[in-house]
């Protein structure tokens, strides 16, 4: 069965700091692809990475950066140098391709509180 | 500008009034979805119209109905809200099914029942 794991219900860290999100997935599929969305406080959920099962080849961007590693089922996300703005609800998700639906199955969210 | 719009951001209702919450997209996607985020929850699929093609999730409810009557527009009908369809609702499209391609939330329509 499918299945995406944040064990990190709250974070709350100092303007500055690094913080890492975990995330962990169940799935059978060779195929599939893996989220994260930012949901701040207005409720939009803003797309921020898609990683397919094939490419297990780090990003970075700006102040994020995510490590896939299917030999431990995991996909983390790090912001480094913290800010007040990155404070919102983070969602790991995960598509697989045999559901031919394109249905995202989410995690339960980590909430990123950072204080100034 | 925004590409995927929810009208209204806040409905209050009475138990057992109907109401229904509208999505319209700029994006010409085919895949449209409805997603329920309950507090603290993550979002949960209810259905998804690809094209106009719908596809209902197992455990929808019955009282959760939607309609598409074109490409840009998609309607989430609650046919009589009890206090536990109190949520968000989220509305997504995706070009590829979701499969290849992201999928784009509107911000939500916040639904409060009385």
């Known amino acids: 069965a499918q299945k995406v794991t944040q064990a990190q219900t709250e974070i709350s860290v100092v303007e500055k700091e690094d913080v890492t999100l975990d995330c962990v997935y169940e799935?059978?599929?060779?195929?599939?692809?893996l989220f994260w969305y930012k949901q701040p406080p207005s409720g939009e959920l803003v797309f921020l990475i898609r990683?397919?099962?094939?490419?297990?080849q780090n990003e970075i961007s700006g102040r994020y950066s995510w490590n896939f590693q299917k030999s431990t089922s995991s996909f983390n996300f790090t912001i480094t140098a913290s800010q007040v703005v990155d404070s919102a609800v983070y969602f790991c998700a995960l598509s697989e391709r045999s559901s031919n639906t394109g249905k995202l199955i989410f995690g339960q969210g980590t909430t990123l509180q950072v204080k100034p | 500008d925004a590409m995927v719009i929810q009208n209204p951001r806040y409905q209050v209702t009475q138990f057992g009034k109907p109401v229904t919450l509208s999505c319209s997209q700029t994006?010409?996607?085919?895949?449209m979805y409805w997603y329920q985020q309950k507090s603290s929850q993550a979002p949960k699929l209810l259905f998804h119209?690809?094209?106009?093609?719908?596809?209902n999730e197992a455990d929808t409810p019955d009282n959760f109905q939607s309609r598409r009557p074109n490409t840009s527009f998609c309607f989430l009908d609650i046919r009589s809200p009890g206090l536990g369809d109190a949520a968000m609702y989220l509305c997504a499209t995706s070009r590829a099914g979701g499969l290849t391609g992201e999928l784009f939330f509107g911000e939500g329509s916040r639904l409060t029942v009385l």
């Open positions: 119209y690809y094209d106009k093609d719908f596809n």
């Open positions: 990683r397919n099962s094939f490419d297990e």
């Open positions: 994006l010409n996607h085919n895949v």
């Open positions: 799935t059978r599929d060779t195929t599939y692809y």
